[in-house]
């Protein structure tokens, strides 16, 4: 079950946008989640939550949005956002923790991709860049995912307790997680077991444009989750 409550409108005159911030818990409880993925998926806008929980999301656009949250160990929380006057709005969501089935399921029929994997699978028969498809991921569930990149001829270095992935000039790769651009990525975040599939371009040339139209310069890694 996914709790969503409006703690607070308060309404700015001459404002053509509004502002988004808010508060992500445990549903039973109620301790504040960090390092939860807050994202307006039609804007690709994403926010991360502090330690305290809290994330903000400006300069958002009158209408009606989609908002998903997302946290390792969690279900995803998804909610339309209304925004019908340039406002501040302040929100509280509740995620329900995600217990995987230990129970073995045996499936005949052929496997059907998601959309966004479907494109992937595409890609991948056109032979450009490194791909890393489920099943491959699946032999690796017990490795770390920056150890899984290294294995590909990436550099991954440390830095206090996260990890990052460097070009072979030194400068951070760009990351993309299901779509969305994430600056300030950390590869301890990702359990392998959690990844259905992941490309890695070295060249602009190789990369799709739609993920490159933003800026190329050091690489592009494109990582896409599992459907739970």
């Known amino acids: 079950m996914v709790g969503v409550g409006l703690v607070g409108v308060w309404p700015h005159a001459g404002l053509a946008q509004a502002v988004l911030k808010g508060r992500i818990v445990a549903s039973q409880s109620r301790h504040p989640l960090a390092g939860a993925d807050v994202i307006i998926e039609d804007l690709k806008r994403v926010s991360t939550t502090t330690d305290s929980g809290e994330f903000r999301l400006a300069d958002i656009p009158l209408g009606v949005h989609a908002l998903r949250v997302r946290r390792i160990g969690f279900k995803s929380a998804i909610t339309s956002l209304r925004i019908e006057a340039a406002d501040s709005l302040v929100v509280e969501i509740e995620m329900e923790a995600w217990?995987?089935?230990?129970?073995?399921?045996?499936?005949?029929?052929?496997?059907?991709?998601?959309?966004?994997?479907?494109?992937?699978?595409?890609?991948?028969?056109?032979?450009?860049?490194?791909?890393?498809?489920?099943?491959?991921?699946?032999?690796?569930?017990?490795?770390r995912l920056a150890d899984l990149l290294r294995e590909r001829g990436l550099r991954v270095?440390?830095?206090?307790?996260?990890?990052?992935?460097?070009a072979t000039s030194g400068c951070r790769m760009q990351i993309v997680v299901?779509?969305?651009?994430?600056?300030?990525?950390?590869?301890?975040?990702?359990?392998?077991?959690?990844?259905?599939?992941?490309?890695?371009?070295?060249r602009a040339a190789e990369a799709p444009i739609e993920f490159t139209a933003t800026g190329f310069t050091c690489g592009l890694v494109l990582i896409w989750t599992r459907d739970h």
């Open 99 to 143: 217990v995987p089935e230990l129970e073995t399921i045996y499936v005949t029929a052929p496997r059907q991709h998601s959309g966004r994997l479907q494109e992937f699978e595409r890609r991948r028969e056109h032979g450009l860049g490194t791909f890393i498809a489920d099943s491959v991921l699946r032999e690796s569930d017990d490795k």
């Open 157 to 166: 270095e440390a830095r206090g307790f996260r990890e990052y992935v460097l």
């Open 178 to 202: 299901d779509g969305i651009r994430i600056r300030d990525f950390d590869l301890a975040r990702y359990p392998v077991s959690d990844l259905g599939g992941i490309e890695i371009y070295r």
